[in-house]
């Protein structure tokens, strides 16, 4: 609970007091440094200056005999060391009477000093302060202890402090500051995310095949334009799923209105010849036939547009239920056998097949000759009697290719690109008069797509020609 305040806080403004914090402990640190380098320079040149002024001491002590001047505010004195004890010595050698109430830290420095080297020391003199001591041997037992007091350099370094303090705050105040002006510039760009982000919410997306709202801008950074070029790249690619999605709706929409026209056409002459039929049984018995006749037509049409309804959805759920059983087969013995019954049902159209031999590969053969009836029979059905139809079957690289055309009154440029789509019909000579529902080239495509295979169509007047490619799964 102790961070909510501070996470409620703007991203711009975290950042400025973070960096505040930061800039606090490098000023703290370089302060102390600082501090302690000039507090040891400090006493580097008291401790030259003590030993300086000793050595004058020691020329006056070697001159005279005894010790008669100091450095005002200093102590200064002169013990005889035997046996590690330190003994002052007597006025006569030492005058002074200037030396510290208890000059037992003077004594202990004198008894520490028993090589040739001086010896240094800090120490807390009662009633006078923190004094540098220095222990300087003079010869013959003899040791010169001077005390110099370190009151200046403790000021010094105090004032130093509170100068470097004073600098620091004023420093971090405006650093915060400054930072904060300088980071909500810069995170600018990232308010206008977060309001274009705002916008996006108050669109209704129920509807909508897109989004009206970008990320404009130039600035921030090439990390800013990095996220802002994704977000747009993200914006695309919502309005490429809304378009999909408005899409599929529309076409599911057409799919139910198409499928319930279709099938109430049927549903509505059955039920009218029922009447017929009741009504002839009862006063025209010779009619019977005829009407009952009627009923099994139309029960035929409906069935067959269910079936096809059904196996398209079949095909758009294959991965739970695939209706393709593939199988090793003869390819060109399908596609003859088809054309023979084409041949048939459709004598006023003349057919040509051109097929190899042999074409195994592996294939449904129920399905793919449902492929190759449907492209015969609408080739003979909305072409004008007497008009040439021709299949081939051949092999182009990993391909088995099927080709059916025809040199009918083609198919017009701007309904090409849904031929396939399911109930679509085109509005000349491929209408409901010649009987068709609209699925029949959807199944074809479907089926194709389900043997990993593609369909095309070519059309212009007086030709057409529809373009089957199907792997030949290791052939």
Request: charged share 25%; proline share 5%.
């Amino acid at each position: 609970m102790r961070f909510t305040g501070y996470r409620r806080l703007a991203l711009g403004t975290r950042l400025a007091l973070g960096l505040g914090a930061l800039a606090l402990v490098v000023f703290a640190v370089v302060g102390t440094v600082m501090a302690g380098r000039m507090e040891n320079y400090l006493a580097q040149k008291l401790d030259e200056q003590v030993g300086r002024s000793q050595q004058d001491l020691e020329k006056e002590i070697h001159r005279t005999g005894k010790l008669t001047k100091n450095v005002y505010g200093w102590f200064a004195a002169v013990y005889r060391v035997e046996n590690g004890t330190a003994t002052l010595e007597p006025p006569s050698v030492q005058p002074n009477p200037e030396l510290p109430a208890d000059p037992g830290k003077l004594a202990e420095v004198a008894a520490a000093t028993t090589g040739s080297e001086p010896v240094f020391r800090t120490e807390y003199l009662k009633g006078y302060g923190t004094y540098r001591l220095r222990g300087c041997p003079l010869g013959d037992g003899q040791v010169l202890v001077s005390a110099a007091p370190m009151n200046d350099i403790t000021t010094t370094v105090r004032q130093l402090v509170l100068v470097e303090v004073a600098t620091f705050l004023l420093a971090l105040v405006a650093l915060v500051v400054a930072g904060r002006a300088v980071l909500r510039r810069g995170l600018q760009p990232l308010s206008d995310m977060a309001k274009t982000a705002r916008d996006i919410t108050s669109h209704d997306l129920t509807d909508s095949a897109r989004l009206p709202v970008r990320v404009e801008g130039g600035n921030g950074g090439v990390e800013v334009e990095e996220l802002r070029t994704a977000f747009n790249r993200m914006l695309e690619h919502i309005d490429t799923s809304l378009a999909a999605r408005t899409a599929a709706e529309q076409r599911l929409r057409r799919f139910v209105a198409d499928a319930s026209h279709e099938l109430r056409t049927p549903l509505t002459s059955i039920r009218g010849y029922a009447d017929l039929f009741r009504y002839a049984a009862a006063n025209a018995p010779a009619e019977r036939e005829a009407h009952l006749e009627k009923l099994r037509s139309e029960a035929a049409r409906m069935s067959v547009l269910l079936d096809d309804l059904l196996l398209l959805a079949r095909l758009d759920s294959a991965e739970a239920e695939t209706p393709i059983r593939l199988e090793d087969d003869d390819l060109a013995v399908l596609a003859q056998a088809s054309a023979d019954a084409c041949q048939a049902a459709h004598p006023n159209h003349p057919l040509t097949v051109s097929a190899p031999e042999s074409l195994p590969m592996r294939f449904d053969p129920m399905r793919l000759r449902q492929v190759i009836d449907n492209l015969l029979t609408n080739a003979a059905t909305h072409t004008p009697a007497g008009t040439a139809v021709s299949l081939s079957v051949g092999v182009e690289g990993e391909f088995a290719v099927i080709r059916v055309s025809d040199t009918g009154p083609g198919i017009p440029a701007e309904d090409q690109p849904r031929i396939f789509d399911r109930f679509y019909r085109v509005d000349n000579s491929r209408t409901r008069g010649s009987g068709g529902s609209g699925l029949g080239l959807a199944v074809v495509h479907s089926l194709v797509a389900a043997h990993g295979g593609t369909i095309t169509v070519d059309s212009r007047p007086g030709s057409t020609t529809f373009t089957i490619r199907i792997p030949r799964r290791g052939w």
